[in-house]
């Protein structure tokens, strides 16, 4: 394309196609995800550049402070208000159910600021796109054991990157992220994979594998551990990046667990963060009699 610089990245059988007027320095967390540019994404972002800020008649139907969201005729606009105050002129993203978006900058920061970051792409990369491709994201690190994925999710400071740390140098796991990951449903078959949003755990992978099973932590000085079903919802449901704004979306992600937690085995684990958890957990979900 004539004046135009592209890429992909691909994670959790994903591809995402960026297409921005000048060449980029990456963030670092694509550079693992990096994959053959191509045509035929399942979603494409194309960088806009803006000289002043986007005039809507209308008003939000929804805003945090941070965020304001309206429908428009297009699909969905997010503008970002800390943005705007900071620099004058939005980033937004117009959000298209065919997965042609676009991304708004202010022409005077690109080549100083955003050209070398992509700012704010974390937030417009995720839930939407992930939705229309029957798809979730979760607060959870996950790793890649014996050909399955397994999920430890939990409120923050739970231990979820810490169990899959043990898992690594215990088991020899592979941490395919530590912070977030990409829920799909496949034929029947859930997966569990990477995704563009780490966290401080900094590992990036375009892996997925089905899932084999999903651990809710709690810190306690013993180790125990109980199967659950319905009782995981609230978690599952709260560790879930959700536009609740968007009945569809609460809809699906309604849908999605509830399928979830009668096909996936759940098990709430507290544990100190020992070998002894990890063998505890291990042996449970892989129903080993003996600790490796």
Request: one cysteine or more.
């Amino acid at each position: 394309m004539n004046g135009e610089y592209s890429f992909c990245i691909r994670f959790s059988s994903l591809t995402v196609r960026f297409i921005l007027p000048t060449e980029a320095n990456l963030p670092e967390c694509f550079l693992e995800l990096l994959c053959e540019d191509t045509d035929t994404p399942d979603v494409t972002y194309r960088v806009s550049l803006i000289q002043k800020p986007i005039s809507l008649n209308s008003t939000p139907i929804y805003e945090d402070g941070d965020i304001f969201v309206y429908k428009t005729t297009e699909g969905y606009l997010r503008i970002y208000k800390p943005l705007i105050e900071k620099d004058g002129c939005q980033v937004a993203c117009l959000l298209r159910k065919n997965g042609e978006n676009i991304m708004y900058y202010p022409e005077d920061k690109w080549h100083s600021k955003y050209r070398n970051y992509l700012h704010c792409t974390h937030l417009i990369c995720g839930e939407l796109m992930l939705l229309y491709r029957n798809a979730l994201l979760l607060h959870s690190s996950v790793v890649l054991k014996d050909d399955k994925a397994v999920l430890f999710c939990g409120a923050s400071g739970a231990g979820k990157s810490t169990q899959a740390k043990l898992w690594q140098e215990h088991l020899g796991a592979e941490i395919i992220n530590g912070d977030r990951c990409v829920l799909m449903k496949k034929d029947g078959i859930f997966f569990g994979g990477g995704s563009p949003f780490a966290g401080t755990s900094g590992i990036y992978s375009p892996k997925q594998a089905p899932i084999g099973g999903i651990f809710i932590l709690n810190k306690a000085s013993d180790n125990t551990i109980t199967k659950v079903t319905r009782s995981a919802f609230r978690t599952l449901y709260y560790q879930t990046t959700i536009n609740a704004w968007d009945k569809s979306f609460v809809d699906f992600v309604t849908d999605f667990y509830a399928s979830l937690l009668g096909s996936v085995p759940v098990f709430e684990l507290s544990c100190r963060p020992d070998k002894d958890a990890v063998m505890l957990a291990y042996n449970t979900l892989f129903s080993k009699e003996e600790s490796l």
